[in-house]
Every structure is written in C-alpha cells, then in structure tokens.
C-alpha cells in the first residue's frame, strides 16, 4: 500500500465488505481510510486503492486530542455500525458513520489497570451485535481474558478467557461468516522481524473451543499485522485478509496480505 501525507500508515484495525472488494482501515493515530481491492479471476489481489486518511471524532464531533488517539481496533456490525478500540486511554466508542461524532460505551473496571501501550487491541462483533475484546497483554503467564458486551447491555462480561500459547500477543481479532472467533496474534523476534500466527475457535457458551491454529509465518515474511478481517469468497472459500502496522517507519511497510484456509479441520 502506498500513500502520501504525514496520516498515512499505522494501520491497526481492517474490515472487509462481504464481497472482498471493499475495505475499512484504521490507523493508531485517530485516523481512518476506506479502499477497494482489485482482483484478478482467481480472486488474487492485483491492486489497492484508498481514500485520503480522515479523522475521527469525539462525542462532541471534535477531532480526537492526543492521548485519546490511539485506535487500535476495528469491528463493523450487520447493521453498520462502527466499533473502534482505543489504547493508552482504555475505551471504546461506536459510530453511526466513521467521521461523525461517537458515542462511548461503558467500560469494565479492568480497562483503568491496563498497560497504556497493551491493552484493547483485538475487537470483534457477531451477527447478534455481541462485541468480544482482548488485551494485547495479560501479565508474563496468564491466559488472555475476553470481554464481551451484548447487544443493548451496560455492563461488560469477563466470563472465559483464550490459553496463551508461546510468546505470541492479540493483535485482532474478527467473527468470520462460519461464526467461529478468529484471532490474529504477533511475536516480535528483535532484528529478525516479526512472526504472526491466527487461532480459530467455535464460539459456544463455556467460550471458545475446539482450538485450531491456521497460520504461524515465518520470521520476516510479512511486517507487522495487526488488523484482520474473515470473509468467504465466491467460492465458498474462508479467506484471511490482513493488514500491517508499519510504525510510521521507513524501514517497515503497510500492506494487505491473504490466505485461503484450506484442508482446516
């Protein structure tokens, strides 16, 4: 992906239209972008194009300040509207049009112990309008815990949690069409670059289960993926769209990468 200005970059949180043809970014700096993909007949991505990044606002329709900016993660309902994770000042607001002014839903009391650099970065949303969250981070050993906040509720639930498995941290995180949870993870090996890894679980009332590992890359392979979005193709083929966080870096990247689950059990 390439753009210009100083906003462009940083791309947390992505979601992708039903057809695989349109998309929604957002940046870690209160910005977001809406692109189309181009294809060719085996549905392989041969372009992208995207708006110029736009601000995203507070409840009173202001740009956001900073320290408040910090928007990690992305979920998009059936019904459009717009859920957005937030960092360093622990929340998450929901818009009826990215752009507009937000509203903010009510925060569990674990959200002000957070670390201020690793906390909501992974949001998804169900068909019912269920929104599930995790930290990035949960201490050296423990499991991540998962938050969830039904439809029209006040309060955030922390029923279940995900097993932690090796060095690997949420990122993002996404309900695909087969209403399994989909959960995309990064290591970070130093000068080797990064690794990235996606989990798959069914979505039942103990939580998630029946745990499935789809991807793990190599070290180097791809830069730093943050933002996921899982979409069936018109082949009926579960496909893992994702896109990189560069840093606002020179020496690191922001692009879109794919995979066809296949053989997956």
């Known amino acids: 992906m390439r753009g210009e200005g100083p906003n462009f970059g ?3 949180g992505l979601e992708l239209d039903k057809d695989g043809l349109s998309f929604t970014a957002i940046t870690d700096r209160g910005f977001f972008i809406k692109g189309k993909i181009s294809r060719n007949e085996n549905g392989r991505i041969t372009g992208i194009s995207q ?7 507070t409840d009173k329709g202001n740009p956001l300040p900073r320290f408040f900016n910090d928007s990690e993660g992305l979920a998009i309902a059936e019904d ?17 049009t990215l752009g507009q002014p937000s509203k903010n839903l009510p925060k569990h009391p674990d959200f002000d112990r957070m670390q201020v650099n690793s906390s909501l970065e992974a949001i998804a949303v169900d068909p019912q309008g269920t929104l599930f969250m995790l930290p990035e981070r949960s201490g050296d050993t423990e499991n991540f815990p998962v ?31 087969d209403g399994k949870l989909y959960l ?4 970070l090996a130093g000068i080797l670059g990064f690794t990235s890894r996606v989990r798959r679980f069914d979505l039942g009332p103990a ?6 590992e789809l991807l793990r890359s190599g070290l180097g392979v791809h830069d730093n993926l943050e933002g996921i979005a ?15 966080d560069d840093n606002f ?17």
Request: proline share 7%; no cysteine; net charge neutral.
């Open 80 to 96: 459009g509207q717009n859920y957005v994770s937030f960092e360093a000042k622990h929340r998450v607001q929901t818009y009826a």
């Open 207 to 212: 939580g998630p289960q029946n745990e499935v």
């Open 249 to 265: 870096q020179f020496f690191q990247v922001s692009e879109i990468v794919e995979y066809v689950v296949s053989n997956a059990p």
């Open 184 to 187: 995309l993870e990064r290591h």
């Open 147 to 177: 938050y969830e906040l039904r439809r029209g509720a006040d309060q955030w639930l922390k029923r279940f949690s995900i097993p932690r498995r090796g060095p690997y941290l949420p990122v993002g995180a996404d309900i695909g069409p």
């Open 10 to 12: 940083g791309f947390s």
């Open 51 to 57: 708006t110029a990044p736009e601000g995203l606002r």
């Open 230 to 244: 899982v979409w069936r193709d018109d082949q009926e083929q579960i496909r893992l769209t994702m896109i990189s």
